[in-house]
Every structure is written in C-alpha cells, then in structure tokens.
C-alpha cells in the first residue's frame, strides 16, 4: 500500500434522498472513476444507497479527492433536477483502517451495507455495489460489450477527461474494474470461497444490532425486505410528474403523491419522506390531516 486506507460515508442533508435515478448513480460512479485517477486515490470497495454512500479508500488525505468529487456530483444534481446548493450533508466521515482487523471489518459493512439496510437480499444482486468485480476469475461476466475511451473524450457534465486506459459499457459508463483495486481486496480476502462467505452471513455486531433494532419501529411500517427501492419509487414518481422536478412541487402536491404512491405500491412513509426531503414525522401529519379531511368530505 502507498498510502493510508480510510473508510468515508457521506449522507444526505436530514437523511434526503441523494440519488433519485439509475442514470444519478451511475454517474456519481463514472465520478468516481474520473476522480480517483486525477486525484492519485485508490477505489477499493464502495456501496451507494439513495441517501449516502460509503467508500474504502486508500490516499494519504481523501479530504480533497471527497471535495471535488461531491461539487462536481452536486453541479450534476443542480442541472439535471433543477435545484440549488450542494448535496449531501456539509460534513461527512472519515475513519483511518490502521489495522487488518478494522480494514476486514469496514471492507464487510460497505458491502453489506444494501443487505444491513434491507434494500437488497445479498450484495451480488446490489447493481450499486462493487462485490461482484473481485475475484474475476471465479464468477461469470461478460466483456463482449466493453468498449476503449476514443482519445479525448470527455465525462458527461464535467470538463474532466476519461483516461484512455479505461473501459466502457454499452451505455457510455465506466466499468468499475477499471479503476477498482480489486488486488488488494483479493488479496486480504484471500480466496473467493472465503470472501463469499464474510459478506454473505452477518458479522455478530450487525446481527446483534438487526436485534436491538426490531423492538424500535413501527410495526407493519416497513417490510422485512423492501419491495421498492428508494431509487425505483423516485423514479416512479419522476416519470408520473414529467416535466416537473421535485424541486418544484408544492406541498400540497407533495402530499397528493405521498397518499397516492402510499396506496398504490408497497412503500413506507419513511421512504416516501427521504425521497422527497421532508422529515418522516412532517409527511405523516401531512398525510393524515389530508385523509382526515378527505372522510370528512365523503361523510358530508
């Protein structure tokens, strides 16, 4: 290793959704790939959620590799949703992995990250996550689709140039194994068998903290599993709103879509709340004045 590993999680600004699309993930990953060559970082593992993301990083300071690659993701974000400021809380969290044990154990809880929040069942099956690109060799992928950068050629909404060493896909995205560092993974990890098993089965601190947690919410609010991402439910109500960003909806609108897409899909409150950047208890009260006004009518 050349340099420090550090374990960073960024999170949305009141637990806000950061991502509302498949097309804002992946581009904060292109980000990643960009930035991380320009910067002199190393990728080792990253999980991104629709409300913060997690890093394993290995710089001897990540603080303005983070910087630049959160004003370029919020000018994305700015653009394409019409809003203003940054996104994302103004601070964020880096821990310094300055042993083996701490890098396993941080190495586990970004990959199980999807899985440790009920959002995907393993972390294979997680389209956001970079579990499946280590240990190549033993699962797998297809590279017929894989495409050289041409000379020149620029990231989208960024002046940046993707290096030409780089691989895209059929769609103009990166491919994550060309900036991973999946040798280093595979090298802690060992064997494939033994990586599968370490993210497949919960380590005892995430199981004794699924404990603590089930005698804390609300019963019937959120399902063991969610049937609808945060990602998939944003993206619903974007297509339902076109041409209209949430930006600008007004509240009253706002509420309208919650009652509809609470009926409609399986979805919690709590969701419904990240996506639209409103605190969970404000929606609720929303939500319910509105119904309560609605039987009031019915009965009249």
Known sequence: MQG????????????????????????????????????????WAYDILSNHFHLILECENAHK???????SYSKYY?????????????????????????????????????????????????????AKYYFFLNHEESMLTLKPVRPGCKLSHSDKKIPEHYLLDVNGNIYPRSFLNTSSIEKV?????????MITYPTQKE????????????????PNFVKVTDL???????????PKQFSSLSNVEIVSIAVHCKKKYPVSVRQLSRVFGIPESTLRLRMQIRSAAQEEISDF
């Open 4 to 43: 420090k590993l550090w374990h960073v999680c960024v999170q949305g600004n009141g637990g806000q959704s950061m991502f509302l699309n498949k097309s804002d993930v992946l581009h904060f990953i292109d980000l990643l790939g960009v930035y991380s060559f320009y910067y002199g970082v190393k990728i």
């Open 65 to 71: 590799f983070i910087q630049a690659l959160r004003i």
């Open 78 to 130: 700015q653009t394409v949703h019409n809003t203003i400021g940054s996104i994302g809380r103004k601070g964020y969290s880096a821990g310094l992995l300055n042993s083996k044990k701490k890098l396993v154990e941080k190495i586990i809880y970004v990959i199980r990250n999807s899985v440790k929040h009920k959002v995907y069942p393993h972390s294979f099956v997680d389209p956001y996550n970079s």
């Open 189 to 197: 990890f060992e064997t494939y068998g033994n990586f599968m098993k």
């Open 207 to 222: 199981s004794d903290e699924q404990q603590k947690s089930k005698g804390i919410l609300n019963s019937g609010d959120e």
């Open 232 to 242: 998939q439910l944003s993206e619903l109500i974007l297509k339902q709103i076109r």
